[in-house]
């Protein structure tokens, strides 16, 4: 029997500090970035449907372009109004989130191409962290990238972020140390996962016999 200990898909009960959140939201609707905690490590968002603030998400982490950011929402439904998985893919994403997975699928038309590097696909993120989704109610989509420059350790700490992504952003969330397991990337039509993770074991013998 998975306690709350030991079960990976365990939802963070986080209490939101609602003035962290409200500067938060006010930052990204004024179109600049954010950090914000997840289950896995600190993320770095920004609005995911606008262009300019994704390239600044690039430009902060000195990201390569052509290396795609994925598409933070708040619940599966939330991204259907912004993609076109096929059944398949949704019952993929249905069975493994919210949690440290990020499901590839066909994105809608509303998402950038910078984004996605120009590929008509996008990783969708929802993470299994409650004032995550909190914050990514009040938003809509936000990037979901690491909040640390591109070449350097994930941060699990707000007090380890890097200077440069400190001073780049509109608002912190700090909601104290994160586990800092990495998400498992998986493309479920293709049946192929492009980065081990979190809850790969599961992954693979949910791909392997799917119960759809």
Do not use: C, Q
Not at 110 to 127: K, Q, W
Not at 139 to 145: N, V
Not at 173 to 187: A, F, K, N, Q, R
């Amino acid at each position: 029997m998975t306690t709350d200990s030991d079960d990976p898909r365990r939802t963070t009960d986080a209490t939101p500090d609602r003035g962290d959140l409200r500067r938060a939201v006010a930052a990204v609707a004024d179109g600049d970035l954010v950090v914000y905690p997840t289950e896995t490590v600190y993320g770095l968002g920004g609005d995911a449907l606008d262009p300019d603030a994704v390239e600044r998400v690039f430009d902060l982490k000195g990201r390569d372009r052509g290396n795609p950011l994925s598409l933070g929402v708040a619940s599966v439904d939330a991204a259907l109004r912004h993609t076109r998985p096929t059944e398949f893919a949704l019952a993929f994403a249905r069975a493994f989130l919210p949690g440290p997975v990020t499901v590839v699928v066909e994105r809608g038309a509303d998402v950038p191409d910078a984004l996605t590097a120009g590929d008509d696909r996008v990783g969708i993120r929802v993470p299994d962290h409650s004032l995550a989704r909190t914050l990514l109610r009040e938003t809509g989509p936000l990037t979901a990238t690491s909040a640390n420059v591109s070449g350097s350790g994930s941060v699990t700490r707000v007090d380890d972020l890097d200077d440069r992504i400190r001073d780049g952003v509109g608002a912190v969330i700090d909601d104290g140390e994160t586990p800092g397991t990495e998400s498992t990337v998986v493309d479920p039509e293709a049946g192929r996962i492009h980065r081990r993770g979190a809850m790969a074991g599961a992954i693979e013998a949910w791909l392997a016999d799917p119960p759809v």
